[in-house]
């Protein structure tokens, strides 16, 4: 069996624990699977895998998250239905937090990516077109100007995140996951996250709840 997380960049498969990444236009049939699970953020890509997987079937329809949250994406779906307490913070171009508890979903937020960040101030002032040090020192005032953007940018993302955790444990994913869970000390980094939920709503569709 073969999952794909199809994200707004890249293709994420998940086959027997194995986590890995293809770009739309370098993907390829390269192994034989009867079954194929799919959720899609972006319809073009999801068009792609399915001239690869013609019989590729979409998740989206049978996930369903306990939530009063409206318009909530698929895979922020699944995310939340990989864990059952805690807060999923997904790192990418963009930043999602949902907080979960006993399995309910309490709501979210969304704010920008570290890249994401770093392309708005560059597009402020020629002055400010820095690549982000992200090796600055969050514990001290930094003195000069690349380590005062990056100490903006990383502290923010990283203040918003504690506010928002409240002891809770942290289930970091997405490109910038690993680096931004190594500021807490209650965080777990799992690139298969979206999986587990996708692998959970594929059990329920088997018990028939879905």
């Given at each position: ?13 998940y086959q ?6 293809e ?8 192994m ?5 699970y ?15 997987y ?11 998250l ?18 059952e ?10 930043i ?12 979210g ?7 994401s ?8 002032s020629?002055a ?39 002891n ?5 994913t ?24 996708m ?7 088997k018990?028939?709840?879905?």
């Amino acid at each position: 069996m073969l999952l794909c997380d199809i994200g707004n960049t890249y293709l994420h498969f998940y086959q027997e624990g194995k986590v890995w990444k293809e770009l739309p236009r370098r993907l390829k049939a390269g192994m034989e699977v009867q079954e194929v699970y799919y959720i899609s953020v972006n319809p073009p890509s999801a068009r792609r895998l399915l001239e690869v997987y013609p019989h590729a079937i979409d998740l989206a329809p049978h996930m369903v998250l306990d939530t009063a949250y409206k318009g909530l994406g698929v895979d922020r779906m699944a995310a939340c239905k990989g864990i059952e307490d805690g807060v999923v913070v997904d790192a990418g171009s963009a930043i999602t937090v949902d907080v979960m508890q006993n399995q309910v979903h309490l709501g979210g937020f969304i704010m920008p990516g570290i890249a994401s960040l770093s392309s708005m101030l560059k597009s402020i002032s020629p002055a400010l077109e820095k690549e982000l040090n992200l090796s600055v020192e969050l514990s001290a005032l930094p003195q000069n100007t690349r380590d005062a953007l990056s100490y903006g940018a990383i502290k923010a993302i990283v203040m918003m995140i504690q506010n928002s955790c409240k002891n809770k444990r942290l289930f970091f994913t997405g490109g910038d996951g690993k680096y931004l869970a190594r500021f807490f000390e209650n965080a777990i980094h799992d690139n298969s996250i979206v999986f587990k939920g996708m692998l959970k709503t594929l059990e329920e569709m088997k018990e028939g709840k879905r």
